[in-house]
């Protein structure tokens, strides 16, 4: 039960959260967004949230990039075998490496936010909240096209262990976005609010300086 609370709801909630804070702090794609949902007539359909909405799609996946909920991916390797690097790196002793050397037992961290905001993999950009790279025909870098995992980012794992529910949470992130921002409007509570990441094995929005994991909005209802 706590493994299905932690990875089905906790997770998708933060993004929820992660994504009304962009849209808060980016009003101008927030006006767009809901100009985008405004025109689609009725309840957006699960093929639509799966295969249609593009400028929805890449504000969701924008914030998955940048906002992944979970930290990092840990593996141990069942056997010896030798890592190829994309491009040499200098070791602290000053060699030059272009591979690692990894025993078996070994535990492996991949920090998944380090991947996904990269300048060297997304470029110099990587840090910025942009939906249109996910709409513009070169928009991803070949760097970040040579990461197999789902869209290029690792927010869902890779490979056997990878996230089997991503398909459901990115459609529930989706139909509950569109409901939120085709009715309501969100602001910053303050500009100057300096907002940070709560430590832990989530990633939470909280603001700087104040206790919790908060981050106060105003909200007020969409007139037309």
């Known amino acids: 039960m706590n493994i299905l609370l932690i990875a ?17 702090r980016n009003t101008d794609i927030q006006t767009k ?3 985008v949902l405004m025109t689609s007539a009725g309840d957006p359909t699960y093929d639509q949230f799966s295969n249609g909405l ?17 930290i990092g991916l840990t593996r141990i390797a069942t056997e010896d075998d030798v890592i190829p690097l994309s491009e040499p790196v200098h070791t602290r002793s000053g060699k030059v490496v272009d591979s690692i050397s990894v025993a078996k037992g070994t535990h492996i961290h991949v920090s998944i936010p380090c991947i996904n905001r990269s300048n060297s993999i997304w470029g110099p950009d990587a840090k910025d909240f942009r939906p249109e790279r996910w709409l513009e025909e070169d928009g991803i870098p070949k760097k970040a096209q040579e990461i197999q995992a789902y869209r290029h980012i690792l927010t869902f794992s890779d490979g056997p262990r990878t996230c089997l529910g991503k398909g459901f ?37 909280k603001i700087a300086g104040e206790v919790g994991a908060k ?10």
């Open 33 to 35: 967004l809901r100009e």
């Open 215 to 224: 981050v106060p909005l105003y909200v007020r209802r969409y007139e037309g």
């Open 8 to 24: 089905g709801y906790e997770t998708t909630s933060i993004s929820l959260t992660w994504t009304l804070l962009e849209l808060a």
């Open 54 to 70: 593009p400028y929805l799609d890449a504000v969701v996946h924008e914030t998955l990039r940048l906002h992944p909920p979970a």
């Open 169 to 205: 949470a990115i459609a529930e992130l989706k139909a509950v976005l569109t409901v939120l921002v085709r009715n309501f409007v969100f602001a910053m509570r303050d500009r100057s609010d300096k907002v940070e990441i709560g430590r832990g094995i989530l990633q939470r929005p």
